[in-house]
């Protein structure tokens, strides 16, 4: 009897260790999807729609008039919104010289100083109408130019001074291969497998957090939700609504307004490293906590990583602007967050140990009537 026993156990151990494992592989396979589709501030057409064809069958797509991406999972409760970013930073085409350069502005401001001169030397990709143009950001011969242009063109490096090169020559041939004013300009979807089950690669975070919102859907599109639930891929969450003081995004304001959820939980990003306060990479998602104390959602999402086994990590900062518009009483926000070497840059680094925690939490909190 007893042995009979064992053997059960073990047997519905090895199950949840295979459905584990198989989860595990599909949040890989939708982050490769993702991974490929270039999406920023208001050029984010094409990731949506690789959303919605993600997504399982069945599901209705909701949408907010800004490009936002939305399904409404039903049950006896709630609301609850978890809500993720679908526009990331980038470029744009402002102009096309008549010798066929392409010159480049932001649709937004950039997240960091440094953020433009990453581009310099770099390989990138037009997205058109006709499709993807492959072309490079001109660099001069260094060992051609005296010290003051070498500092000038290299240390004060800006968009004023780039210069995309697509290997035609007039403008004429530009537009005939499809460019046209205001295309997104992307680095190319080169994504690195790392030692240590991390993977690298632009606009990695972002791409990652999508997936395990498709990924979350999957998981919650069968019976057994206890509580009405909205996931969104919120467009436009880089522009700020006007006014003074804290501004928030227009992407969450929009959502705020057409949802009005209850409890929101924002699925965001943050830098990770080593030392300085910073998160750690592979120590978990982290829980950013509002200064005015803990909250019941909060304290639901910790209750949900203790039950699904996973760690968090904690930090105390002000709402954000894709949080700030859930935070009016009686509503209640938490910020979840996937921490990111390198935030920002060509080569965000993320742990897949991380990615597939923050998927584990959400599923629990939310498939076991976690709301608060």
Do not use: C
């Not at 409760?77 to 679908?86: K, Q």
């Not at 001069?140 to 130019?145: C, E």
């Amino acid at each position: 009897m007893t042995q009979r026993i064992g053997r059960t156990l073990m047997g519905i151990a090895a199950v949840a260790l295979m459905a584990a494992a198989a989860g595990a592989a599909d949040l890989k396979r939708l982050t490769k999807e993702l991974f490929a589709v270039p999406s920023t501030t208001g050029n984010e057409e094409m990731l949506a729609a690789k959303v919605r064809g993600a997504l399982p069958k069945g599901l209705a797509v909701e949408a907010d008039g800004l490009g936002t991406v939305a399904v409404r999972l039903k049950g006896a409760g709630g609301p609850t919104l978890v809500l993720a970013a679908l526009d990331g930073y980038g470029h744009m085409v402002s102009g096309i010289t008549s010798d066929g350069y392409l010159t480049l502005d932001r649709p937004v401001p950039p997240p960091h100083a440094r953020f433009d001169a990453f581009l310099l030397g770099q390989p990138v990709v037009v997205s058109t109408a006709k499709g993807p143009v492959a072309g490079v950001i001109a660099q001069p011969a260094l060992h051609l130019l005296t010290p003051e242009r070498r500092k000038l063109l290299i240390d004060g490096f800006s968009l004023e001074t780039a210069y995309v090169d697509i290997a035609v020559r007039s403008d004429a041939e530009a537009r005939a291969k499809g460019v046209e004013i205001l295309d997104a300009v992307t680095y190319p979807a080169v994504l690195t497998e790392l030692a240590g089950n991390e993977w690298a690669g632009p606009e990695l975070g972002l791409k990652s957090v999508t997936a395990v919102l498709v990924a979350l859907a999957e998981d919650l599109a069968g019976p057994g939700t206890e509580e009405e639930t909205m996931l969104a891929w919120a467009a436009q969450t880089k522009f700020l609504a006007r006014g003074r003081g804290a501004r928030p995004a227009v992407g969450a304001v929009r959502a705020n307004a057409r949802w009005r959820p209850l409890r929101t939980v924002v699925v965001g990003l943050v830098a990770a490293g080593e030392g300085n306060g910073l998160p750690k990479p592979g120590g978990g998602p982290v829980l950013i906590q509002a200064k005015d104390g803990p909250s019941p959602l909060r304290q639901a999402l910790e209750k949900a990583a203790a039950a699904a086994g996973r760690p968090l990590q904690y930090l105390t900062a002000e709402d954000s602007p894709l949080a700030a518009p859930f935070a009016t009483p009686p509503g209640e926000v938490v910020t979840l967050a996937l921490p990111v070497r390198f935030l920002h840059t060509p080569s965000e680094v993320v742990s897949l140990a991380d990615l597939e925690a923050l998927l584990d939490i959400l599923v629990r909190y939310l498939g076991k009537g976690g709301a608060a």
